[in-house]
């Protein structure tokens, strides 16, 4: 089942069973409607190929089997076919229940417990109001246990010729074959990844993670006559990008709080982790807006 969100600017449906995922969000235009995430099909139950997924309680990949957290080891599965690690944490893949529905805006919640040391209670609210989608994340730690967390959402946008990002950034993460961070270096004006006053997609595989974000970010289709700008508060301080390359019909750009491969750093606190007590929370609010 999905719920439908509407004004008369905007539609969201949303499946609380698959992930609490996007499954179309478009712009109502008299001239035809228009996908601002690419659409999907519920009913695959892929948050894969829907248009906007949780990232709770971490982001991308953690190698090694797990980490270590305050002395104590705590193992991870991978939890993605042909993924090596495990990926995204667990809220992208599991059902979420719905607490609350109006017209315009939809609550849900979750508890999970069954990845030591994450015990936590989360809530995902999506509200449309105007020409803006708002999208919240809260976690909760329940937990006696302090543990590490993360969070970040993960939109699908359609892919065009001529689409551009517009995103503040003061470095980029260079990654290996496993998309595993190599080495950190600066934006520099020459670099085919600089997304600083507004730049392509690159014609190869990018999946590469930047630092030194504000928060503000424009993305441009001139072909659709659409821009969307996105927004979190509190602002986030990096984002990934992500798409196969030119032949490929999406791309992504994921807000997100910490490093890949945070756990593992020398200093996780400092890479953007958020270590939380028992009833301590972390929320962050992500805003999608068009020019209506």
Known sequence: MTITLENTLLRLEVAPEVGGS????????????????????????DPDTLGLYPLVPWSNRISGGGF????????LEPNRQGEPFPIHGDGWQAAWRV??????QLTLERESSHQPP????SRLIYRIDGAALTVELVI????????????GVHPWFPRSAGVTIEASADGVWDVDAAQLPTGWRAID???E????????????????????????????WPERDLTLYIDSDPPCPRYLVFSPGREADFFCFEPVSHDVEAHHGAAPLDQGLI??????????????????
């Open 193 to 220: 990844w600089d997304f600083r006053r507004g730049g392509k997609l690159p014609d190869g595989l990018i999946d590469n993670l930047f630092t030194g974000w504000n928060g503000h970010a424009r993305l441009v």
């Open 189 to 191: 004006a020459a670099s």
């Open 118 to 121: 994450f015990d936590y209670r």
């Open 140 to 151: 909760t730690h329940q937990g006696e246990t302090p543990a590490p967390y993360g969070m």
């Open 99 to 104: 607490a609350h529905r109006t017209a315009t």
């Open 22 to 45: 996007v499954v179309r969000f478009e712009a109502l235009r008299k001239d035809g409607d228009i996908a601002l995430f690419r659409p999907g099909n519920s009913a695959a139950g």
């Open 68 to 75: 270590e957290w305050q002395g104590e080891r705590y193992p």
């Open 275 to 292: 270590e939380l007590t028992k009833g301590q929370t972390l929320r962050t609010r992500y805003r999608f807006q068009i020019m209506a």
